[in-house]
């Protein structure tokens, strides 16, 4: 009975752990690109969140779920226009090679503010030299 239960009971850990074990497996590759997964949501009339901080160099993959409508997400300095099907959690890849500060919009008409469905992407320099996030006390 004992020697049963032990059986079990390590059986269970074993299985239990397996999946712990492959995501160190994983979390310990090496990668030499930073990739930076962005969760977001389209509804009237904005973007959450409105504003989306990257750095430059960083692949970058914005996961944008359009809530209560069709929408779309213009980003015109990426050349970047995808439609963002309600309900759909719609991936936008790209690579922020640019620095800077760019705005992007809802492109699928949407109700009366569609047009100040807006965001800003900001691209953060590379190279920018100091306490990289510039948070001096
Ligand atoms: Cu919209």
Redesign the pocket.
């Known amino acids: 009975m004992n020697r049963r239960q032990f059986t079990t009971l390590l059986g269970v850990i074993l299985v239990t752990s397996a999946p712990r074990v492959a995501m160190r497996a994983q979390e310990a590759t090496p990668t030499s690109t930073q990739e930076t997964t962005i969760r977001m949501t389209?509804r009237?009339?904005q973007f959450e969140p409105p504003i989306v901080t990257v750095k430059q160099g960083a692949r970058v993959k914005l996961v944008i779920t359009a809530a209560d409508?069709d929408?779309?997400f213009k980003l015109e300095a990426y050349n970047i226009d995808r439609k963002l099907p309600k309900g759909v959690a719609t991936p936008v890849e790209f690579t922020a090679d640019k620095a800077g500060t760019f705005s992007f919009n809802?492109s699928?008409f949407?109700g009366l503010g569609?047009s100040k469905?807006k965001g800003q992407l900001v691209v953060e320099a590379a190279s920018a030299t100091g306490s990289g996030s510039g948070s001096n006390p």
Do not use: L, V
Request: charge should be positive; charged fraction near 10%; proline fraction near 0%.
């Open positions: 389209a009237k009339y409508h929408h779309g809802c699928t949407c569609h469905m």
